[in-house]
């Protein structure tokens, strides 16, 4: 079987942050990312799952450092881009584009599309007006927007429509990688189904590689090739989504999906004791140990290892 490609390369990575606005006005530590380690293979879509507060979307900003790692690496062709320069980054960027959640908020509502769309080609390139006008169209067109909407602002567009648009400005410098942050949970159901299929077509049609960040796990199911399972900030759980589906591993993996009624075909749905505990006050050995239904003694002192090949799980029931 030939290897896969990898495109981006994460080792290790931790992100904190500092506040100090806690219940008893102590500063606190935010320990959001905890030690992640990741292969991106080139043309796939990677879907990071996990509740809400999990670290999910940290990590996807630290991917392309609209957040700051402490410490780690980011390996994206062949170099750490944790140690870019400002021109390094400049570049980076080019090929690294976010689409974000709400695009609502994406959009700035004061400029027309044309300039949104424009503005990326003018800040990161020394094309020509004609060049640049050229692509806007084309990018447009391309997510299924007729060209003559670029005159409109836009508070003009539904839901759906801006973020077809926020789609395009992520695409017209030809970025090789996307990170598509709950591209659809801003929308109405009706309209999500047309978003995830644009995201599968681009992905076909320009061997895009996209890292969907998601707590949707039907929108993982139709759509990601592989998926990473987080909790409190650390992996638990990766593997092919075919092989993640049918055979979880991972207590809290399976706690997951046993939500969602169109995969649990037992309809036994497992109920998770007690909530998420707080990123600033990590439980100590497995993270999940205050959760799971099948902990055992060493679970609360001890941190189990990451194991498997293919499918890769972190856990004391599988050692
Ligand atoms: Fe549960 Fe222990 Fe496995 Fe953690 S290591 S998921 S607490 S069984």
Known sequence: MQEKQ?????????????????????????????GVSLDIHKGEIL???????????????????????????????????LKLDK??????????????????????????????????????????????????????????????????FPHEFSGGQRQRIAIARALVLNPEFILADEPVSALDVSIQAQVINLLKELKEKYNLTIVLITHDMSVIQYLADRVAIMYLGEIVESGKTSDIFSSPLHPYTKALLSSVPQINNSGKKIILKGDLPSPANLPAGCKFHTRCPYVMGKCKECVPEEKGISHRVKCFLYE
């Open 47 to 81: 879907a990071i799952a996990g509740e809400s507060g999990c670290g999910k979307s940290t990590l996807a900003k630290a991917m392309i450092q609209l957040e700051p790692a402490k410490s780690g690496e980011i390996i994206f062709d062949e170099k750490n881009t």
């Open 6 to 34: 990898t495109l981006v390369n994460i080792k290790n990575l931790y992100v904190e942050y500092h506040t100090n606005k806690g219940i008893l006005g102590g500063k606190k530590t935010i320990h959001a990312v905890n």
């Open 87 to 152: 021109n390094g980054l400049k570049d980076f960027r080019k090929q690294a584009q976010m689409v974000f959640q709400n695009p609502y908020a994406s959009l700035n509502p004061k400029m027309k599309i044309i300039d949104i769309l424009k503005e990326p080609l003018e800040i990161n390139t020394d094309y020509s007006k004609e060049k640049i006008e050229e692509i806007v169209k084309e990018k447009i067109k391309l997510v299924g927007l007729d060209e003559n909407c670029l005159d409109l």
